[in-house]
């Protein structure tokens, strides 16, 4: 071995030594089909807890991505940081809002489809976001659900559902929400508010909702993230439609690690032991995204292990895909996102009602 790292030395001293390529006249063509070739990825967030997602996606400087909030409170819709609003069903809720009748919010998003059609067509992606449970967004989101499938997008629903302590018409509505919408999308991520307290527990209500934000904000940008930026090994578009056109219900899990020897075990153990996950049987997953960021010190070698570490643990005959891109801003740690599709409906609906 002791040959092989000056080769390697010298190698990369020549590369560094290499003069810059110079323009070729061909470049501005290839640029133009470079920049056709982009995918087109619109977040919808719906009523007010898909807009406050679509809020921190905001802040949180999301690139590639269009962002759009709908609701039928006007009040609330000021208040959110977003590249496009739409205001649903004005001549009905006159702004103020669903009162908390997912009916209501249904008919608003019916009659605002014009509005809505506008930021779905031409997408190659759609995320439609919300909280089940309410009024506006329980309703609205299986209706832009169906126009975005209709626009021919890939479509992907990230949902909540709620606290307990929200009561139990708030979850009954949730549970028929969510049915609803699993028929619409090609993909419907659940996350379930009691579940993700277990990762923060004894906060208040209030910042309990500010996590579920971030954790919704997380998950999606590590999608949309592994498709628009580039890394060591690259998850495109249509690796996506792999697993995600007709992926049926989907779970998230997220992990993390800066055990240096030890990183992609204990990362992948911190993912799938996730409160996230609830009590679902992972063996049921039929699909596996896996996307793996660190620092200047992340192997490909590390990142292909996680990858495996999660085929063993779902299906075999499941289908997976992985990437990995290193973060100059990550410092000796290891993160993993994992999304595992094809999970049973009625398991992720006795998890909830389990709590």
Not at 177 to 197: A, P, W, Y
Not at 267 to 278: F, K
Request: aromatic share 4%.
């Amino acid at each position: 071995m002791g040959a092989i790292s000056p080769l390697f030395d010298d190698m990369f001293q020549k590369e560094a030594e290499q003069p810059m390529i110079s323009s070729s006249a061909d470049d501005d063509e290839l640029r133009a089909l470079v920049e056709s070739l982009k995918i087109k990825i619109a977040i919808i967030g719906c009523g007010g807890g898909g807009s406050n997602t679509v809020r921190r996606m905001y802040q949180a400087g999301v690139d590639g991505v269009k962002l759009v909030a709908c609701n039928t409170d006007a009040r609330h819709l000021l208040s959110i940081q977003a590249h496009h609003k739409i205001l649903m069903g004005r001549s009905m809720t006159k702004g103020l809002g669903s009162g908390s009748l997912p009916e209501v919010g249904q008919k608003a998003a019916e009659e605002s489809e014009n509005d809505l059609w506008k930021y779905v067509d031409g997408q190659n992606i759609v995320f439609v976001v919300a909280g089940m449970g309410g009024g506006t967004g329980t309703g609205s989101a299986p209706v832009v659900a169906d126009l975005a499938k209709r626009a021919g997008a890939l479509t992907i629903g990230v949902v909540t559902l709620p606290f307990k302590a929200e009561g139990a018409v708030r979850m009954a509505n949730a549970i028929k929400g969510l049915e609803h919408l699993k028929e619409k999308c090609d993909t419907t991520i659940v996350l379930q508010n009691d579940r993700l307290l277990e990762l923060v527990p004894k906060l208040p209500l209030e910042a309990a909702f500010r996590v579920t934000d971030e954790v919704l904000m997380q998950s999606i940008k590590g999608i949309t993230d592994a498709l628009t930026k580039p890394g060591l090994i690259n998850i495109d578009f249509n690796d996506l439609l792999t697993i995600m056109r007709n992926g049926g219900m989907a779970l998230i899990g997220l992990g993390e690690s800066s055990e240096y020897g030890q990183r992609a075990e204990m990362c992948i153990e911190d993912a799938l032991s996730s409160p996230m996950l609830g009590d679902v049987d992972l063996k049921q997953a039929k699909g596996a995204l896996v996307r793996v960021i660190g620092g200047e010190d992340l192997t490909v070698t590390e990142a292909e292990k996680a990858a495996l570490l999660v085929s063993e643990r779902i299906d075999p005959r499941a289908r997976i895909i992985w990437g990995c891109a290193v973060h100059g801003d990550i410092k000796n740690e290891m993160r993993v996102l994992v999304v595992l599709t094809g999970v049973k409906f009625n398991s992720i609906v006795e998890s909830f009602k389990s709590r």
